[in-house]
């Protein structure tokens, strides 16, 4: 291979560094900017937060839940690709992609068992 066949890879590089930072500048130059108090909490949604009792952030409830939805969802990304090359894997696929669907729903009967689901 010769540096000539780098170069489309190097020319999208550049066109997308180019596009990023002029994504970047233009939306600064061009938004509208009406901060009101509510847009400048530390709350991202725009609503103004309530007093809570004892001044506690939200529960631990919420960010387990929220964590245990980011990871078996990434995890359900790995069926897609097993999925595609299922009638080439044989045998050994099949087992491999059961153990793993196994193991995932260990996981969920062990968060389930422990009420990490329970919303009260």
């Known amino acids: 291979m010769t540096l ?51 001044n506690e952030p939200f529960p631990i409830r919420f960010y387990v839940i929220a964590m245990l939805f980011i990871v078996f969802d990434v995890e359900s990304v790995f069926l897609f690709p097993w999925a595609v090359v299922f009638r080439s894997l044989g045998r050994g696929g099949v087992f491999e992609m059961a153990a793993f669907v196994a193991f995932l729903l260990g996981a969920y009967v062990y968060v389930l068992k422990r009420g990490g689901l329970e919303w009260e």
């Open 4 to 54: 000539n066949d780098y170069f489309p890879i190097l020319l999208l590089t550049v066109v997308v560094g180019f596009f990023a930072v002029f994504s970047f500048v233009a939306s600064n130059l061009l938004a509208p900017r009406h901060p009101t108090p509510a847009k400048l909490s530390p709350y991202e949604s725009g609503i103004e937060p309530v007093a809570m009792i004892g």
